[in-house]
């Protein structure tokens, strides 16, 4: 449920938030008094997110046959996240446990990769080589199944959201091409935010929204946040292997909830997820002395690092630099550790990609971004067209928020 937009300011709340501004129609409040003490601050964004829900529609647009259950239905309440996996037999199995509404932690000290299966028959998901190697640019869910050989009503969007967000920024940034003449590895540093201690907007001058997205109502769980959603679905950034034929990708996953018994453990991911066919080839893949010979064959390799960016970079960088960034659903406005790692990035100059569950949220980060850099984004705040297909449960809006949903950089 949406809560008032004015809890923790000032007088308590006197019952549930029911009445709903009548402009913007996207934040409510508990109490005619609480919307009137409220308006000093909302006026700056009323008209932002007035905008913002007009935009609903696009929000939602999905290719997929489950898009109306996974996105309307869901905010709706008429489904849960839960009872949509629960309808295709995904619910608290493998790979999917943390898109759970009843997930819990998920960053278990024994758990292995090695093991992960799509539990989808082979049709339905990309377990083996694509068919060819991409001709053009990917710039919707719709292309990537249709490269894949996937049908509509697959739901590995839900998880492929992680690494195509990826290969999207990175596509953005014009960096396609020189990846693809690259004689070395791809060194992406991966950011994640969970457990940075939150404030409301204290850093950066962030208007009064930021109370509403990250002061009182948390976007930590659910869903759950990088880097300790990505520990349990890790093996979904094999795909990366698809997308980037004979590059060597290496990826530096960095935040504080990484467990410390875990920190500079390395991984090699160097088969695609399986499928729950027994008599699929992937269940005959090469192994990686053989797939070396294979012109289009890649890995990506990891390494955890626990704590801050800014902290560890030092260490991170002791024998290679990154060539990208990107930090997943970051909450630049909401945490205070962001500020050092921007200024980080600024004087390292290397490109970034930021993403967050709604465009007032991005609004937000960049604000702070831009007055970190003293200049405008490099990318400005778009829509990512391979935003996860599930819409957030309890959004702190009455708008549609999604994982990854937009995309800015700098």
């Not at 913007?24 to 003490?37: E, M, N």
């Not at 292309?143 to 590995?156: D, E, G, I």
């Not at 991984?267 to 008599?279: E, H, T």
Request: glycine residues 6%; aromatic residues 10%; charged residues 20%.
């Amino acid at each position: 449920m949406v809560e008032c937009a004015a809890r923790g300011t000032g007088t308590p709340c006197v019952g549930p938030a029911t009445r709903r501004c009548g402009l913007c129609g996207a934040v409510s409040y508990c109490s005619p008094s609480h919307q009137i003490a409220h308006w000093g601050h909302h006026k700056e964004e009323c008209g932002r997110l007035e905008q913002q829900m007009r935009d609903m529609d696009t929000l939602n647009d999905f290719p997929f046959t489950f898009s109306t259950e996974a996105t309307f239905q869901v905010f709706a309440k008429e489904l849960t996240r839960c009872s949509f996996l629960k309808k295709r037999g995904l619910h608290q199995t493998g790979l999917w446990k943390s898109e759970c509404s009843c997930a819990t932690s998920l960053a278990s000290l024994d758990y292995s990769w090695r093991m992960d299966n799509w539990d989808l028959p082979s049709a339905m998901c990309p377990c083996t080589e694509p068919q060819h190697n991409l001709s053009s640019i990917l710039s919707s869910w719709e292309s990537y199944y249709k490269w894949r050989c996937l049908p509509l009503h697959s739901p590995v969007s839900f998880l492929l959201h992680l690494p195509l967000s990826m290969f999207y920024g990175i596509q953005l940034l014009g960096m396609g091409r020189a990846v693809s003449r690259m004689d070395d590895k791809l060194r992406i540093h991966y950011l994640g935010t969970r457990f940075f201690d939150k404030i409301a907007g204290a850093r950066c001058g962030a208007n009064a929204i930021t109370h509403i997205l990250v002061g009182t109502i948390s976007f930590e769980d659910p869903p759950v946040i990088g880097p300790e959603k990505e520990l349990s679905q890790i093996s979904v950034f094999g795909e990366l292997r698809a997308l980037f034929p004979n590059i060597q990708i290496h990826i530096d996953l960095i935040g504080p909830s990484i467990p410390l018994s875990r920190d500079g453990e390395q991984l090699v991911l160097d088969n695609y997820i399986r499928c729950s066919d027994m008599d699929c080839s992937c269940k005959l893949s090469m192994s990686t002395a053989e797939n070396a010979c294979n012109t289009n064959y890649s890995i990506v390799s990891l390494q955890l690092w626990k704590g801050l960016y800014h902290d560890r970079f030092k260490d991170i960088t002791k024998e290679s630099f990154p060539n990208y960034i990107t930090a997943p659903n970051a909450g630049v406005a909401a945490y205070p550790g962001w500020v050092p790692t921007i200024e980080l990035i600024k004087e390292i100059k290397v490109p970034a990609i930021f993403s967050d569950y709604c465009e007032e949220a991005a609004n937000l980060a960049a604000s702070c971004i831009t007055s970190i850099f003293d200049a405008p984004l490099s990318l400005p705040i778009q829509l990512n067209p391979f935003r996860q297909p599930f819409v957030v449960e309890d959004g702190p809006l009455h708008l549609p928020c999604y994982s990854n949903c937009f995309l800015f950089g700098m």
